[in-house]
């Protein structure tokens, strides 16, 4: 059994920052991508960032500059930093990993973001 288990959601001013983790857990014998993906009212989830076990990362255009996705491989654990927050990155954030022997990526149970002043 897997686990993915995210923190630092809340509520932000515009211009604000915030630093979401997630971790996780479990029988795990290596992770290969992991990303982070959003979900607003009534939209679709869409791709936010990922990085690669190697580091190389990838980001939304509507976030490049802004985000910054990192991660920890010793404690199966990744970040994103938030900056610069808009009132349309409002959403529920989910973490995603793809674990070495399992067939589908794992997702955690979403962190709610919300940007407003």
């Known amino acids: 059994q897997v686990q993915l288990v995210e923190s630092g959601g809340g509520l932000v001013q515009p211009g604000g920052s915030l630093r979401l983790s997630c971790a996780a857990s479990g029988s795990i014998f290596g992770i290969n991508a992991m990303g982070w993906y959003r979900q607003a009212p009534d939209k679709r989830r869409v791709l936010v960032a990922a990085?690669?076990?190697?580091?190389?990362?990838n980001y939304a255009d509507s976030v490049k500059g802004r985000f910054t996705i990192s991660r920890d491989n010793a404690k199966n654990t990744v970040y994103l930093q938030m900056n610069s927050l808009k009132p349309e990155d409002t959403a529920v954030y989910y973490c995603?990993?793809?674990?070495?022997?399992?067939?589908?990526?794992?997702w955690g149970q979403g962190t709610q973001v919300t940007v407003s002043s």
């Open positions: 990085i690669t076990s190697g580091g190389s990362t």
């Open positions: 995603n990993a793809e674990i070495l022997g399992r067939a589908r990526p794992v």
